[in-house]
């Protein structure tokens, strides 16, 4: 099977029923999207696939093919992080950061969909990600700043 993964061709020897996190992880290597649930319920798993975030976890890998996958380790491009990434650190989000792909990413693709999104519109995007640490507050104040930029 070939998948396009941060924009380059990977052939994978995965079945089409293998959940896409284990293939990122086990077989590329891609280990910036976490384990968390298996569930699809905490958002650890995110990535984006055709800009939109999904849940590895409970994603056939057979499902994106053809399409373009984004993991955390593709979303800075030459040697610059991505507005959002650059907004967390600002902002000091992160505690333990095993949220920190997932958020990212969330992030990433509701700035895509809704570049200048409210207060509450951030907050009912990102509610399938989950922050153990608690840091939601910071959270929206990177997003918003990420918009502003």
Not at 31 to 57: F, H, M, N, P, Q
Not at 63 to 88: N, Y
Not at 131 to 136: A, S
Request: aromatic share 4%.
């Amino acid at each position: 099977m070939e998948l396009l993964i941060n924009k380059k061709k990977y052939s994978v020897n995965a079945h089409p029923d293998d959940q896409l996190l284990y293939v990122l992880r086990d077989e590329l290597d891609l280990t910036g999207s976490k384990y968390g649930c298996g569930e699809g319920v905490c958002g650890a798993c995110t990535v984006l696939i055709d800009g939109t975030a999904v849940r590895s976890c409970i994603t056939s890998t057979g499902s994106t093919v053809g399409k373009h996958i984004t993991t955390i380790e593709g979303v800075a491009e030459d040697g610059k992080l991505h507005r959002v990434q650059q907004a967390f650190l600002h902002v000091d989000v992160f505690q333990c950061a095993y949220c920190a792909s997932g958020m990212t990413l969330s992030a990433v693709s509701l700035l895509e969909k809704s570049p200048k999104p409210s207060e509450q519109e951030i907050i009912r995007s990102m509610q399938g990600n989950i922050c153990r640490c608690g840091t939601y507050p910071r959270i929206v104040k990177a997003i918003q700043e990420a918009a502003n930029t």
